[in-house]
């Protein structure tokens, strides 16, 4: 079955103690991508990857990193969580850009609570 | 960057009755707009995008519209459903890739 899985799916943790959300897609997508969710604001994008070795800031860049060693994964790195990043995050997947149909995949999402 | 402002924030409708959306964009390079709904508790889903080079596209009970010169966009449901109930975003991007979302809708359909 084609699909972004992402892991975990909820996270409570405290204030600097680093964590990764894993992001993995079965459908050979060349373009992964980190959005956070929030009442009001939408869906930002955090972070970008338009292939391996290759990856961009997106609109709310601040306190995130991200690493694409394989083209299946896009893991989500906080390195010293603050409860500013208390959020629902999705990660998505989509063909190479600029193909005719661009249609972006989202995994199911995590929820995390920083204390 | 691209900054994208959708409106209404909430929308309740009566079943069978059409519900719209409008959404405004700032950078004229933006050629694609997709629309995603996103039910209650799930990811939001693809359900009909349009590119700059077209004016109009319809898919069943669904269809958007898109106005370059004025820079907005609308999606329009008629004879609404139940099932339609959630929340649905626009979004813009240039080149495919780095989607601007508007901050979303919540449609209620009534029975």
């Known amino acids: 079955e084609a699909q972004v899985t992402q892991n975990p799916r909820y996270l409570i943790t405290v204030t600097g103690k680093k964590l990764t959300v894993t992001c993995s897609q079965n459908m050979n997508h060349e373009y992964m991508s980190w959005y956070r969710q929030d009442p009001g604001l939408g869906l930002r994008q955090i972070y970008y990857?338009?292939?391996?070795?290759?990856?961009d800031k997106g609109d709310v860049p601040e306190g995130y990193k991200v690493s694409r060693k394989e083209k299946r994964n896009f893991p989500l790195i906080l390195e010293s969580p603050s409860p500013n990043q208390t959020s629902l995050y999705f990660c998505?997947?989509?063909?190479?850009?600029?193909?005719?149909?661009?249609?972006?995949?989202f995994g199911p999402g995590t929820r995390l609570t920083v204390l | 960057g691209e900054n994208v402002e959708q409106h209404p924030s909430t929308l309740s409708v009566q079943e069978g009755d059409s519900a719209v959306i409008k959404c405004t964009y700032s950078d004229s390079a933006s050629n694609y707009f997709p629309w995603y709904k996103q039910e209650l508790g799930k990811r939001p889903q693809l359900i009909i995008d349009i590119r700059s080079n077209v004016g109009e596209k319809k898919d069943q009970r669904i269809a958007v519209t898109l106005n370059k010169t004025a820079k907005h966009f609308s999606l329009h449901i008629t004879e609404t459903q139940p099932e339609d109930s959630a929340v649905y975003f626009c979004?813009?991007?240039?080149?495919?890739?780095?989607?601007?979302f508007g901050a979303g809708t919540t449609v209620t359909v009534r029975a």
């Open positions: 990857s338009m292939n391996v070795e290759v990856t």
């Open positions: 998505a997947s989509s063909l190479k850009p600029g193909q005719a149909y661009n249609e972006q995949f």
């Open positions: 979004a813009a991007s240039m080149g495919d890739y780095k989607l601007s």
